[in-house]
């Protein structure tokens, strides 16, 4: 078995490409190599700032020799037929061809032998054609003739050597080679090599190359914490610039500077961005207090001669700048009232068809003092945090650095001498922004929060902008899940939709429907395109019962005992969850899971007997049942029905379950011994409505209809 070794060697590659480059190039090789019928031991790739490759141990010199047949025409059969069949299968004449025979007659048979393909062959047609259709994000194009190139930047080299020689092919003019090059101060090469054992230690000795990107984001975290820690001080830690900055450097050398301590007094924030955006530097903090340090930590692409103080001192030189700038837009912003910056958010569109920002803030601060009671917030201070909550998407500063929103606002409103719950409330109603983001649980934040992603989710699906597939780009399933995380970590009681229906009329009541009603009143026209707004806020809800199956799956609850839970119209997703934590427990156990089968099998009876079934059976027959089975299943549903129904008005769910359970023993013994379509109808009409009696004490919990098993 022999190696491959292939390397792509160009100028800098953009570091957010790398990770995906690599994947991209082990599935575009790997699929053509895989159809040309090799296959291998393992598979690695590797990437930097200026190559790209990947090795592959395990590969035959040769492909395997084929042999097929192919099934031809009948004897017999006329010549133009015969003529298709041997220039499809590319022989020459019926000689080469053998007679079979089935129930149906004689056929021809041709066997193709394909000889294997040596791999060197396989590789140099493999290769060029990848890399010509290589996904890369944005490209450049440069050349001319045959020798122009499609890349993500100029190619310098192709190395590609398998069985420790060189495979002969070019790409856009450029011919392989086994030479390669290392850092271009500390190691340039050129270096000639054989394999990847070769390449990998000439690259990472005396070429200074690291090739695996974890090993640079180990040195990178491990050399950052202690030069940190050298001078008593604390990393601020990062992974996504961690991955970046490992993106950017051969030879990652931490290097702690210095800069202008004066800067200290702008938020962290903003320092830490600024760091981070512009410079590609760590922040660095005070182990004791937790606040930054006037430090920061940069990554070296070499080893510098004087230790990286050169280094260190230009850099703090380039962010002192950058702080200047970042000072100028806070004194500025800081000079106009937070109320005056909410006025110019007439002038910013939220969406063409909802209208401008400014109109979502109102819509928001309505609904924020409506949703204040529930969550246990002052309603004069929700709607003043909604009504300031976007002021600073205005600002200066976010215009420089958009990921603080929010943030800038908190602190343009602390000082301006807002209240802090409101000041919170701007910074906080953007969360939950993902899994592993914190829910606002402060009432005045969680009520501005609750309000805006609501009203983002009403008027989308009021104009008809729903997720579809994997595509969601104004991010409606994140508002979805952010509003069940807050109603479920605050335990905020709320009606998202309630349906009245009188008199052949409907009308929808809750959140989302005064939510609805509000986008309504700013955007009449929308009532037009709305054929059925009961029918959209149920669309909606059905959307929240889908992100609420998301949001249990980890902890084991099943889909269709949440479907189970919504089918009896509950829409308060508090108890939803609860009632379908502790319904999740009971099928666990043994008494759920027979529970469930007897209500299966009640309901097939019920549905095979085409009856036309309403009411209860007869007084006699509850009185004086034949069968004492039936006797006793009747007495337990008297018990059971009534205690069911207490525990759940009491919302103890745990004891409503334990209420059915009472029912499974005398629902094994009835359909054990009792016959339900008996030849006497009375008799068969009062089992039948026993078996819906079943039903309808279980289906108080839950519609065990909608459970499979």
């Known amino acids: 078995m022999s190696e491959l070794l ?5 100028e800098e590659i953009p570091a957010r490409m790398q990770p995906r480059a690599e994947a991209d190039l082990e599935k575009l090789l790997g699929d053509r190599l895989k159809a040309a019928g090799l296959a291998w031991t393992s598979l690695r790739t590797f990437a930097g700032p200026r190559r790209l490759g990947l090795v592959i141990e395990g590969l035959p010199v040769k492909t395997a020799d084929v042999s097929e047949e192919r099934k031809g025409p009948r004897v017999g059969a006329p010549d133009k037929a015969v003529e298709g069949f041997l220039r499809g299968a590319g022989v020459a004449s019926l000689d080469q061809c053998e007679k079979r025979a089935d129930k149906k007659g004689e056929f021809w ?16 047609e493999a290769i060029p054609d990848m890399m010509k259709a290589f996904p890369w994000p944005k490209s450049m194009k440069f050349g001319e003739g045959e020798k122009t190139q499609r890349w993500v930047r100029p190619l310098q080299r192709l190395l590609c050597v398998f069985d420790g020689n ?11 080679s086994n030479t390669t090059e290392g850092h271009r101060r500390m190691g340039r090469g050129p270096f000639t090599v054989s394999n990847f054992l070769d390449y990998a230690s000439v690259l990472e000795g ?3 190359v690291l090739l695996d990107r974890a090993a640079r984001e180990s040195l990178i ?10 001078a008593g001080f604390e990393l601020v830690e990062d992974a ?11 030879w990652p050398v931490p290097v702690l500077g210095e800069m202008d301590p004066d800067f200290l007094d702008l938020p962290p924030e903003v320092i830490t961005l600024t760091m981070k955006t512009h410079q590609k530097y760590f922040a660095v903090r005070d182990p004791k207090t937790g606040e930054l340090v006037s430090k920061f930590v940069t990554i070296a692409n070499q080893v510098a001669p004087d230790g990286g103080a050169a280094i260190a001192a230009g850099n703090a030189r380039v962010l002192s700048a950058r702080l200047s700038d970042a000072r100028h837009f806070w004194d500025n912003d800081r000079k106009t009232p937070l109320s005056d910056m909410a006025a110019q958010l007439s002038k910013v569109t939220f969406h063409e068809k909802l209208g401008t920002v400014a109109e979502k803030v109102e819509r928001v601060a309505a609904l924020a003092r409506e949703l204040a009671p529930v969550v246990g917030a002052d309603p004069d201070l929700a709607e003043k945090a909604a009504r300031l909550a976007k002021a600073d998407l205005v600002s200066e500063m976010v215009y420089e650095f958009p990921e603080l929103q929010g943030a800038m606002g908190r602190y343009y409103a602390l000082d301006q001498g807002e209240d802090a719950s409101v000041a919170d409330a701007i910074k906080d109603h953007y969360k939950p922004q993902g899994p592993s983001d914190a829910v606002p649980t402060a009432p005045v934040s969680a009520a501005v929060a609750l309000a805006d992603k609501l009203d983002t989710l009403v008027g989308f699906w009021a104009i008809d902008e729903k997720p579809t597939g994997s595509k969601d780009p104004f991010a409606l399933r994140r508002a979805a899940l952010g509003v069940i995380r807050i109603l479920l970590d605050g335990g905020f009681r709320l009606t998202l939709h309630t349906l009245n229906r009188d008199a052949g009329s409907a009308a929808s009541v809750g959140t989302l429907s005064a ?14 395109e709305c054929h059925d707004p009961i029918e959209m806020i149920e669309s909606l809800l059905a959307f929240f019962a889908d992100r609420l199956k998301v949001h249990l799956r980890d902890e084991g609850i099943r889909h269709d005992v949440i479907d189970a839970v919504f089918a009896l119209g509950d829409d308060d997703l508090v108890r939803v969850t609860h009632k379908a934590r502790a319904l999740q427990a009971f099928l666990d156990t043994e008494d759920g899971a027979a529970l469930l089968a007897g209500n299966k099998r009640a309901s097939n009876i019920l549905a095979k007997s085409g009856d036309d079934l309403a009411g209860e059976p007869d007084a006699a027959y509850l009185a004086g049942a034949p ?16 205690a069911a129904e207490k525990a759940l008005a009491d919302e103890d769910f745990a004891a409503a379950m334990r209420a059915l359970s009472q029912l499974r023993a005398p629902i094994d013994a009835f359909f054990e011994q009792v016959t339900v379509n008996t030849d006497d109808d009375a008799l068969r009409c009062n089992r039948l409505l026993l078996l819906s009696a079943i039903r309808t004490a279980i289906r108080a919990v839950a519609d065990f209809d909608k459970i499979s098993g």
């Open 166 to 176: 060189v495979v002969d092919f070019d790409v856009f003019g450029i011919a392989a």
């Open 6 to 10: 292939f390397e792509i060697f160009c």
């Open 515 to 528: 939510a609805l009603g509000k986008v309504w009143m700013a955007k009449p026209d929308l009532m037009t």
């Open 627 to 642: 069968e004492s089975a039936e006797r006793d299943l009747i007495a337990a549903l008297n018990t059971a029905g009534p």
């Open 240 to 250: 996504g610039l961690l991955t970046e900055v490992a993106g950017l450097v051969e």
């Open 206 to 208: 005396e070429g200074h």
């Open 221 to 230: 975290l491990n050399g950052a914490r202690k030069v940190c820690a050298d």
């Open 109 to 124: 048979v041709a066997r193709i032998e394909k000889p294997g393909r040596a791999t060197a062959e396989v590789i140099a």
